[in-house]
């Protein structure tokens, strides 16, 4: 069974800061998926990686993966109000079904 | 409406109580799923349903009995539930499956918020 663990479980932040959350696995994946769930809401994809040591950004967030596949971050640089959340990342191997990290949980005050 | 749809947002049931769960994609994808969301627990894929034939079934109790009538419309029947199957339940749909394709992407609804007493 891959196991995705992410760290923190839980972080609380002022507007403005800059955070990291990490997931990590000691199974190498094809690709590796960050999805966002805002309260009453499902998860929604924020990006896909497929390649080890792959960088994508999107605005004022940055996704890394692994360069051996097996762990993934994802960087938010001035935080704001609006980026409040459940961070999930999702992993697959080959031809498997989505596999799901426990999430983090962020909360981020004016 | 577009999206993944699903109905209610909101159930509360008690033990002996029949219910169904209700999702609609309005994508034109051709594969749906079922999720269990618990609290402090990853997302637990339930089922999977390709071009309206289940495909996965994750060794879900037998008091979950999916139903696919079309592409579009995934049910999920409930009866004699327990209090620990108290969760968010989500459907999700993506275009194929299995798709071979690492960057193929599960559109997710809102999600049926279930409480068993």
């Known amino acids: 069974t891959q196991l995705l663990e992410q760290s923190p479980q839980f972080l609380s932040i002022q507007e403005g800061e800059n955070l990291t959350v990490y997931c990590n696995s000691s199974?190498?994946?094809?690709?590796l998926q960050w999805y966002r769930q805002e309260p009453g809401e499902g998860p929604v994809l924020l990006v896909t990686v497929v390649t080890g040591g792959e960088v994508k950004k999107l605005k004022r967030l940055t996704f890394q993966f692994g360069d051996a596949r097996k762990d993934s971050s994802l960087h938010i640089t001035a935080a704001q109000t609006g980026d409040t959340g459940l961070y999930l990342c999702?992993?697959?191997?080959?031809?498997?079904?989505?596999?799901f990290g426990k999430g983090t949980m962020l909360l981020v005050s004016p | 409406e577009t999206g993944v749809t699903q109905t209610p947002r909101h159930l509360v049931m008690g033990m002996t109580n029949k219910k169904s769960l209700k999702c609609e994609q309005h994508?034109?994808?051709?594969?749906m799923y079922w999720y269990k969301q618990s609290a402090k627990k990853p997302l637990e894929l339930m089922f999977v349903?390709?071009?309206?034939?289940?495909?996965e079934n994750n060794s879900v109790p037998s008091r979950f009995s999916p139903e696919c009538p079309n592409s579009s419309h995934l049910f999920l029947h409930l009866h004699t539930l327990q209090p620990e199957d108290s969760a968010l339940y989500l459907c999700?749909?993506?275009?194929?499956?299995?798709?071979?394709?690492?960057?193929?992407?599960?559109?997710f609804g809102p999600g049926t918020r279930l409480t068993v007493l």
């Open positions: 994508l034109g994808h051709n594969a």
């Open positions: 999702a992993a697959t191997s080959g031809y498997s079904t989505l596999t």
């Open positions: 199974s190498v994946f094809s690709s």
């Open positions: 349903y390709s071009l309206e034939e289940r495909v």
């Open positions: 999700a749909s993506s275009q194929d499956w299995p798709s071979g394709l690492s960057t193929d992407t599960q559109y």
